[in-house]
């Protein structure tokens, strides 16, 4: 099946830094996206939809200064985490449906990235 | 807007026994139902949803428009079903998934 992978897995840093978190499809294209944030015990929030070409779509609450999408290809979108702070901690995941296959192809998920801000 | 909600966060039940893991959703459009199952230390993955009217690992879960739920069904549940899972729906455009809470299903032999 097709598979998406994410670094890094788990990410320490001070508060302050800025970091990247890679999403990839290795086999397969993504015009599409999704950005995740799953708090310890509870269910996954849509953070934002990341688009192959073009700006992405953030959800309601979620500051896009704060979190760059960037989709530049049509197999790595990346989530920088801006001046990261303590509160930023979190696991992200994202996921991304195969090219071609619309609103009912499946989505296909990332093993997450910890992110720990000290 | 589109709710997903699952109203257990834990459920136990021994090796053999019934289970059924509650979602219930709010959407003004017609909706398309998924469930999601993460395994321990594993990424979550698509279980079954309900277009496909198919039995995944011997689960189920059948659409109900007039109680808008979508609860997932397996008549003998194994050990190696302890997970967590998700039910979510497909929201505006199509691309959108909202997630309930998530229910952690534990079997004891």
């Known amino acids: 099946g097709a598979v998406v992978s994410q670094h890094p897995s788990w990410v320490i840093c001070k508060s302050g830094t800025s970091v990247k978190i890679e999403c990839r499809s290795l086999d397969f294209q993504a015009t599409t996206m999704f950005w995740y944030r799953q708090f310890p015990k509870q269910s996954l929030m849509l953070m934002a939809t990341?688009?192959?070409?073009?700006?992405?779509?953030?959800e309601q609450g979620v500051e896009k200064d704060k979190f760059l999408i960037n989709h530049a290809s049509l197999t790595l979108s990346t989530l920088t985490v801006t001046s990261a702070h303590p509160e930023d901690s979190s696991f992200y995941i994202c996921s991304a449906r195969p090219a071609g296959t619309s609103g009912r192809g499946e989505l296909f998920f990332g093993e997450g990235s910890r992110l720990t801000v000290l | 807007a589109q709710r997903v909600t699952q109203p257990e966060k834990l459920l136990s039940v021994f090796k053999g026994a019934p289970v059924e893991l509650k979602c219930n959703y709010s959407y003004s459009g017609s909706p398309e139902l998924f469930w999601y199952v993460q395994y321990s230390r594993q990424r979550l993955q698509l279980l079954l949803r309900h277009i496909s009217r198919e039995s995944i690992k011997g689960f189920t879960a059948d659409l109900n428009k007039g109680e808008t739920s979508f609860h997932l069904k397996k008549p003998f549940a194994q050990e190696e079903d302890s997970a967590m899972y998700y039910c979510?729906?497909?929201?505006?455009?199509?691309?959108?998934?909202?997630f309930g809470g998530g229910t952690r299903l534990m079997v004891k032999p």
């Open positions: 990341s688009n192959e070409g073009s700006k992405a779509t953030y």
């Open positions: 979510a729906l497909k929201g505006r455009a199509g691309n959108m998934l909202t």
